[in-house]
Every structure is written in C-alpha cells, then in structure tokens.
C-alpha cells in the first residue's frame, strides 16, 4: 500500500477542513500530512461561532514567510503531493504555487469557483484564462467543490480529464444520538447564516408571509441586516426567534430540533454551505436556491428542494410542499441522515483522494468514485 505525503495550502485554518485532515492522516495510506495556512481563524469567523476543535491534532503551519514556503518545498519529498486551495492573492499559496511549479512537483487544486456572476464575473475569468497558464497545463487534479465548481474550472480552460466534483467534508459525530421527538403541532424553520440581504435572509423573511402551514421560525446568525430580523422578531410573538450568532458547538442541538432549513442564497459566493451537510446529518429536510454550492446534494426530492430564480414566493411554496409531501416523516429523516453520513464526511473525501492518487501516481486501473456516487466507504484505518 502507497504511503503518501501531503502538504495542504489554505488561506486559513478551517473547522470545514479539519476532518477531511484527520482522515487523510489517520488512513494508514498516509506518512506525513502538513496543513499550512497564511492565517489562523479571523476574529470576522469566530465572531459568526467558528469554533476550531481537534486543533491539537494538525501538524499545522501558520504564515509562513517567502522564505520559509521555499524552504518548506525544497525539504519536503519530490514525492510529496501538495494541495492549493486557491491560486491567488493569498502570499504563501502564491509562493508556494511558484516553487511547485520551477521544481516540477507534483500538486493539484482544491478549490470553490469564483463568483462569475455579471460584468465583474466575466472579469474574473479573462483574469483566469490570462494569469493561470502554467498552473492549468501542470495541474494533475483539480476538485471542484460544489454545484459550480467543475464548470467554472472547465469554463477557464483547465483539463476535462484534470476536474473532479468534490466538497467541503465535515464530521458526523455530533448527529449520531439522531434526532429527539418533536412534541411540537407546528414544523420547525430555520435559518442559519449570515443575516445580509444577497445570502438571502429578506427574501426569507418576505417568504414567511405566504407560507400556509402553520409553522415556528427560528433564524440564526449575524449581519448587517439583523436589525431587520430583530424587528420582525419583536412583531411575530412566540412563532418566531432570533437567536443572533451561535457558538459551532450549539449548531448539532439546533438542526436536530429543525424540520426544514432554508439556505435562500442569491450568490454564487455560496461556494459549498456547509450548513446544509450539517442539515441533512441531523436528519432536515433543506430548501436552498441554485446558486448554493451544497444544492448539488439535493438533486433528490427526499433530500430537499432547489428553487431557481429565488422569490419568496417560490420559498413558501417549497415548505408548503415538503410538508403537504410528507418529507418530514421521521423515516425519510433518517434516510436524510443515513444518505449524508454515506456521502459527507472527512472519510468519504479522504478516500476519493487517495484513490484519485493511486490513480494518477501508482497507475492503479481504479476510477475514483465521485462522492455523490453510492459506495459503501469501509472505515480508512
């Protein structure tokens, strides 16, 4: 069995990367793993609740200087396959993807696509197709994440054969107990995010007026539009609450208290949404607009609903549907969460990768499964 050596280049540390990590370096197929980042979390994100448990296990880099990235490459084995999670405007990855490429080493992307929506999209990939030359014609892999990925990378030129779907991978270990019953006449909708008008909270709220079941509301998060849910909030009585932001570690409790979450984003900035993994491991039935990366998981009508052209209109339809549809039942609910712990986890990823590397480097005949492929993923130790 291959014994691989990994560097990951991240702009940040990420909780949204930390169990794909601990898979990767607890596969038994992996010698040495290095998570090099140009920042720690930002204050912006533990502001939001970002939370970094299992910290203490990554053998982690932090802002590293020009110097120290060169120096880094040049030790680490010719063998060594290094990981990008972008390509620019993040110091260490910029220098880091210039050594790679002089000393001819062997790396790929992992990566959102850009946001391509009007003049200022279309912007973004003239800069794409000018500036990444080298790295499309040396990349040997690249793994779109979400809805959007793949087509943006094809759209810049990169290899058909080179591009690989693929997603943000997260733990599924705060879902196991499943979800507590309800005891409640009226389903439960949530909103978790970012209260700003382009991740979609206006449209939420406009939405609540036509929805014809009768429902409970809780909306969670921060943003420059709380005040518009506070004030909603003080006019709706006991059917609605504002929670503001929670901590990472309260968002388990909340999704397996929800029937249906609502992710009406309105922007391709969306690149995955992990809230919407985090729904379907807790059981929920979600409602996202198409330009949510983790819509892709949704293409299922048991899984949820995925509106084009967001109005709230279309929104209180979508909840009215999955109830009078019985998509709340607790079998489908757990057939949700069955799917996503299937599908989901740092497990699943870790096992696309080393596959897609004894592909590539082993020359094994092997076909990485797509995660959204079904597959039984056996346990990687």
Not at 58 to 72: A, F, Q, Y
Request: aromatic residues 8%.
């Amino acid at each position: 069995m291959n014994q691989w050596q990994i560097m990951m280049w991240e702009p940040s540390v990420s909780p949204h990367k930390m169990d794909l990590y601990l898979a990767l370096k607890n596969s038994g197929q992996v010698s040495g793993i290095t998570y090099v980042a140009q920042s720690d979390l930002s204050e912006a994100r533990r502001t939001l609740g970002w939370e970094l448990a299992g910290r203490g296990e990554m053998d982690c880099i932090i802002g590293p200087s020009d110097s120290e990235v060169r120096t880094l490459i040049e030790k680490a084995s010719p063998e060594t396959v290094h990981i990008f999670s972008g390509i620019r405007w993040v110091p260490s990855i910029v220098s880091a993807l210039d050594a790679v490429l002089k000393a001819q080493r062997r790396f790929g992307l992992m990566s959102e696509p850009r946001a391509f929506e009007g003049i200022s999209g279309l912007a973004r990939l003239g800069q794409s197709w000018l500036s990444e030359g080298p790295v499309r014609r040396h990349a040997d892999f690249v793994l779109g994440i979400g809805r959007h990925g793949p087509g943006w990378f094809r759209m810049a030129g990169y290899k058909r054969s080179t591009i690989y779907p693929f997603a943000y991978f997260l733990p599924d270990r705060a879902y196991a107990a499943g979800r507590p019953p309800s005891g409640n006449q009226r389903v439960r909708v949530t909103y978790l995010g970012r209260t700003v008008t382009e991740k979609g909270i206006r449209v939420f709220l406009d939405a609540l007026a036509h929805v014809r079941s009768p429902i409970s509301v809780t909306v969670a998060g921060t943003g420059r539009d709380a005040a518009a849910v506070e004030a909603y909030a003080a006019g709706h009585g006991d059917d609605f609450s504002y929670r503001g932001a929670i901590p990472m570690g309260d968002v388990p409790d909340l999704l397996l208290n929800t029937d249906i979450l609502v992710q009406p984003s309105l922007t391709l900035d969306d690149g995955w949404g992990a809230v919407v993994s985090e729904a379907l491991f807790a059981g929920a039935y979600v409602i996202t607009s198409d330009r949510v990366g983790a819509s892709i998981c949704l293409d299922a009508p048991w899984r949820g609903a995925v509106i084009e052209r967001v109005t709230p209109q279309k929104v209180a339809a979508a909840i009215d549907s999955a109830i009078e549809t019985r998509q709340l039942e607790q079998d489908v609910a757990s057939r949700r969460s069955a799917w996503a712990s299937a599908h989901l986890t740092g497990a699943v990823g870790a096992t696309f990768i080393l596959d897609l590397f004894n592909r590539i480097y082993a020359g094994s005949p092997v076909e990485p499964v797509p995660f959204l492929e079904d597959r039984r993923i056996a346990p990687l130790v």
